[in-house]
């Protein structure tokens, strides 16, 4: 004799549910080092337009759990103030707490759990072909599990919200592929659970240049490779004098190739048209000096971050509003999140979540 028990009944049961066939989008940003414009190029702008298109379909995180995983970028005494200041870069660049959902991904414990049942099923041999894992691996003597396990975690963070849409840089592209056969792999096991989310790569900006000269601006190269998103005009304007133009250009009259200079790079996100194509002009013609088009650049830098910098001002003084919108966030976070892991404990088998089938003696 069989005896079928139900499983307890979920406390999100009258959370609202998506509407089938609508998109929506996820992307987490981590919270080491201090936001600079590659950030705010290659994703904060992107997170606010995204938000306008989709609203509360918008779920944006800052993937505090991640943090640690590099023991080379991690450091406890700043990891709260760090979460602070890129939730209010985020808003001051405009993202809306109101709008979109914006939170800290600590504070939403099921990102973990999920993390967890993907990491039973997802082979080891994929998580060491990660070209991130390899590289940073690469740098440390002891490896710590959690940088293999990363993009599971990863995976987690997009799936747990059935998100279809990831906006991300480059470099994250690998991670998506792995967290599309990881939805596939879970949906072959327990049924039809995720959607395959897919990356999306926005045109502009891609890849923004360090002010060093580096391929990419990266907070690994450190301050001198980057500029902030918050930093004084005039810090910045220290790294942009010195920093390399093309190096055919030895005296002032010598005409220069603006293709291959990272300032005519920065004037292409910064400046209008009409300064860009000065500026190639004056260039290609020696029309005007490598200072003289630093001067043009600082033009476009202040006009764009002076009002960010405004708002964050304002936002630092009321610490509240970015606590708050995050603590909104995370609220709205975990009535998504939670009946998705009701889902996947009883398609799992867990006591408590499926039925419960007992034996009885004959």
Request: charge should be negative.
């Amino acid at each position: 004799m069989t005896t079928m028990l139900p499983p307890s009944e979920s406390t999100s049961a009258h959370t609202p549910a998506r509407i089938p066939g609508m998109t929506r989008v996820f992307s987490g940003i981590q919270p080491t080092g201090e936001p600079h414009i590659g950030n705010y190029f290659g994703a904060m702008r992107n997170y606010v337009r995204l938000g306008e298109q989709y609203g509360q379909d918008a779920i944006y995180c800052i993937v505090d759990l991640h943090a640690p995983t590099n023991p080379l970028a991690y450091d406890k005494a700043t990891l709260a103030r760090l979460t602070f200041e890129m939730a209010l870069a985020n808003m001051a660049v405009g993202l809306d707490p109101q709008k979109v959902v914006f939170f800290v991904q600590s504070q939403v414990r099921e990102h973990a759990e999920l993390g967890w049942m993907f990491t039973l099923s997802t082979p080891v041999g994929e998580l060491e072909r990660m070209t991130q894992y390899k590289d940073k691996a690469g740098k440390l003597e002891s490896i710590p599990a959690g940088l293999l396990m990363y993009p599971v975690l990863q995976a987690a963070d997009i799936l747990l919200y059935k998100a279809d849409t990831v906006p991300v840089g480059e470099d994250q592209v690998q991670h998506i592929e792995l967290a599309r056969e990881i939805a596939r792999r879970f949906n072959h096991h327990y049924g039809d659970t995720f959607p395959e989310p897919k990356a999306v790569l926005e045109k502009a900006a891609l890849r923004v240049p360090g002010v060093d000269g580096n391929a990419k601006m990266s907070k690994s190269k450190g301050e001198s490779s980057t500029i902030g998103l918050l930093e004084p005009v005039e810090s910045i304007w220290a790294k942009i004098r010195p920093a390399p133009t093309d190096p055919a250009r030895v005296r002032r009259t010598d005409p220069g190739n603006p293709d291959i200079c990272l300032i005519f790079d920065y004037h292409k996100l910064f400046s209008d048209d009409a300064t860009i194509l000065e500026v190639n002009e004056g260039c290609r013609t020696a029309g005007i000096g490598c200072i003289d088009c630093k001067k043009r650049l600082m033009v476009g830098i202040e006009r764009e971050l002076t009002p960010i910098q405004a708002r964050a001002a304002d936002l630092r003084a009321h610490p509240d509003t970015v606590l708050g919108g995050l603590e909104h966030g995370a609220e709205r976070a975990r009535a998504i999140a939670a009946p998705v892991m009701d889902e996947v404990r009883s398609k799992m088998g867990f006591l408590g979540a499926a039925p419960l089938v007992l034996e009885q003696p004959s």
